[in-house]
């Protein structure tokens, strides 16, 4: 188990030579690779990096002021547009978040669906976020073409169910917006029936690569002291050798019905991270199968929440989930009126991204955009 | 042995080269827009005002009750009520909106006001191809541009529409029975009450 | 001559028949000046289909089509990409050394031109017979190298000026391999001149044709080389110096333009004469892969074998990403080194050992062990392999 680091002072890395002056380089906030609009103010020795400064809010948009001066439905399109990958995993924390609040129970029905959903979304996210770093990694696009490809066929899966590809705006305080539409299910178990042989083909593709091993193995270590510490969630902290998995840990929603397992890292580096989240990835696969085998009749939604007009009584709830970037709050103080007093997001991505400094450090400049995009961050979260 | 995961990648991606000739799956893109990908039902972009009939403005669902108004997230509908009233599907007096202006480059497509709406007035469509060269007003609709036939609707969204249409029609019928049996009531009453005492006639100059 | 000859020698016919109307003093220089507007007009023509066969060939890769909107099948895409680099602005640094700036491109693409001058692309069909042909390229070769670190020098930019110093020690440290590798072939053939070298090569044994590429020692050679070109002419694996994602831009940032064009097309052309070089070296040039299919003229098969090293090029292009710098020269000094010098020892035990199969066992036995011995080397001094991975409890 990782133990407290009473006083932690990231390591210094002194530059070769005396008198030798630094090279102070900004990468963006316009930068190919840098996953949206977002600052890193290096200064290298050469080619390693000394010092490394991330600056970001660029893509600030007051989403915590909004969801406190709009009601508590208004806020809930506004969920999606935080990780923007992921709209259902936002929209689910939030609900959890308000039914903690309400005390609202949510039907079998709308949780099979909340299920379903939420790991359909975990496939697509952790397909996306590899294309991605093989994309940086220079291999042309080719993979991250591929998980487009299965990610296309997710997304239109969401928009029959949701009617929006990506802002779904789909889960409710109580349970489910709408109706599943007919056939859907088949659809989805048709498409969890194909995700196999494409994971298969992007293993073929990329595990045994020796180019990636060279690039990534060893590159960007976190240690899992460290990592505990700094309140890294997700697969970054699994890949470190943690064993933290919400849906294990909180038993939200109905998860302990599914057997699944979660893999671990022993390096810590660019190169398990990238397995780890082939591997959740079939994990979730696995739910998926479990899971749409039993999806009960019956209602969608707690028949008595309300729609409009949702005026929980006050108090104050903390709720998590287990997203595909890592742990996904919301903690919500009620005083009674139809708006939140505090609303406040607990970004994964801006957690994930303190470690970045030490990650870097001693490291060549060409691996700091790697190691950036082995964080798998979206600047929707970071900067809210 | 050094290359072996370098090979299987190259035959691969050698294998959805030659796949990308044969078969569908490995050439997933339509040439937009000569070619387009069938629409999916449920979409969703941007709202309009559905009215019943062929005359928008006379056979308009939306009675101006504001709640659209004050549950969209962006607040990207303006409301102005009327000072008349005109019958709607039931027959009932009703006020309707003099001004109902959604911006378009504001609205989010959440579909909140389509939720909350009591009476089926507002819906969402599915045109996305709305770009103008007007940058100030041209994407501020107005009720005019924001009504659309029921018929329309039915084509857009069959399911829903046909789901619609079947609450309305029920909805008709209640209000159709209970005037009815409002009617017998009174008419009921009337026939069990004494004959209403003459008023005395008043004297001229008396 | 029967029509095949005719056929296969068409060009050269035409070549004399053209000096038949100059004066007997001026032939051999029209000669020369009619072979020098072949290449200019063929090469440059391959490059523009190389750069659509590229594009369309990269995107069926990845699920798509590539570019089809100009012209058929997007075939006459290069023609819009030309007159794009021609109509945008040309920009020069105001600190940077006019001189300099201007001469870079020029001097890639003049050198560049000058290598295809050895190059056999049919029977009789070469531009100077050179006996020292493959030394004459090589050095060559190297000036290209110079006018990269003119580009980066003269945009007085500290990332253009590193991204050139990059990308020329990336080049200088396979210079070492690419010479080494192809020096088994001139051993073999025991001449330098790239005629020679495809004349040795084109006689067949039944069917089957006596490309060096065929035996241990040739395939060895032959892979070598295509490695060391590739990091040579900057292509994916290789090509870092000019990676986008990369924080350093690389030697042509400040070029735009006309300028810009000169640069890749220089790029692509160097490309095709390591290519063709490669395919003179081992493919046996213009020589045909089996006997019966000699009918076929000599600079067909050239084209076809061109087109097969592009085919090959753009399909890794399509699939692996990119090493880092250090990984690269890492790679050139512990790896591609030891194997091109073993190489030649092969290379000379296979001479000594004479005819027989047991040269071909010895030989191929020696190069296998070394690759794997090298690359097991290669691999366990970073501590890389596949892992396998524990699940929680």
Known sequence: MATALKSYRPPVIEPSEEGDELLEVAMGPHHPSTHG????????????????????????RNHEKIAETASYLAAMPYTDRLDYFCSLTNNWAYALAVEKLAGIEVPERAEYIRVITAELTRVQNHASAIGFLLQEMGASGTPLMYAFREREKILDLFEELTGSRMMCNYMRFGGCRVELPKGWLERVRTLVDGLPKFLDETEALLTGNEILMARTQGVGVL???LAVNAGVTGPMLRAAGVNYDIRKVDHYGIYDRFKFRVPLGDHGDIYDRYMIRVLEARESIEILKQALKDVPAGPIMDPKSKIRGFRPKAGEAYGRIEAPKGELGFYLISDGTGNPYRYRVRPPSLINLTVLEDMCLGQNVADVVLIFGSVDIVLGEVDR | MLGEGMLKGLAETAKNFAGSFVSKERLTTVQYPEERIAPIENTRDFPFLVYDGDDAMAGLRCVACQICEKECPPKCIYIVKSTDKKPDFV???QIYPARFDIDISVCMSCQICVEVCPFEAIKMDTEFELSTTDRFGGLLYDREQL??????????????????????????????????AAAEAAAAKAAAAPAPKEAPAKEPGA | MSLTAKLDQIFVLLQHWISGFFPLWLQPAVGTILAVIAIVATFPGIFAVTTVLERKGLGRMQNRLGPNRVGPLGLLQPVADGIKSLTKEDIVPASADAVVHFLAPVVLVAAIFLGFAVLPVGRNMVLMNMDAGLLFFFAIGASTELSIFMAGWSSRNKYSLLGAMRAVAQMISYEVPLLLSSVVAVMMTGSLSTVKI????SGFTGIFPHWYVFTPWGFAGFVLFVIAALAETNRSPFDLPEGESELVAGYFTEYSGFKFALFFLGEYLGMLSIAGFGITLFLGGWGAPFSFLGFVPSWGWFFVKLFGAIAFFIWLRGTLPRLRQDQLMNFAWKFMLPMTLLNLLVAGAWRFLGEGWSRWVVCSAVLLLAYVLLGRVLMRKQNLGPRSYRYAD
């Open chain 2, 147 to 180: 009504s659309r036939s029921n018929e329309h609707y039915h084509k857009i969204h069959p399911t829903e529409a046909a789901e619609v249409d079947a609450r309305l029609a029920e909805e008709k019928a209640k209000a159709e029975a209970k005037a009815k």
């Open chain 1, 223 to 225: 240690k899992p002291d």
């Open chain 2, 91 to 93: 027959g009932k007096m």
């Open chain 1, 37 to 60: 609009v977002f600052r890193m103010d290096v200064a290298l020795d050469g080619e390693r990096v000394i010092r490394l400064k991330p600056v970001f809010g660029y893509l600030h």
């Open chain 3, 198 to 201: 495809v004349e040795a090569q």
